[in-house]
């Protein structure tokens, strides 16, 4: 009964053992090369120092928008392949579905782009 899910499990087992094995021998067989350089924080490509952005103690929010933007993308993706690939077993349901899921996008990206969120200064 169980038999068709031992290929799966044998898999799950494999990934698991790689994932051990790459963790704990990663100290033994990297490289030893320290630097000041990569002791040192990484901002972005922007040089850490001790004193706040500007002097006024702001950072500037754009890599995070950035990054909100992409999950934004991201998870439009990964709801519209799946779409992609139902699509004929939906029907008109799902047209009505991803439609509406569409729009709501939209809007989003509209205000985005309203806001200049989309602008690389």
Known sequence: MLQPYVPLVLLLLLAAGFAVFSIVAAPYIGPRRYNRAKLDAYECGIEPSPQPVAGAGRMPVAYYL?????????????????????????????????????????FAYAYVWRRGGLDWN
């Open 66 to 106: 950035t990054a909100m933007l992409f999950i934004l993308f991201d998870i439009e993706m990964v709801f519209l392949y799946p779409f992609a690939v139902a699509a004929d077993s939906l029907g008109i349901f799902g047209l009505v579905e991803i439609v509406l899921f569409i729009v709501t996008l939209g």
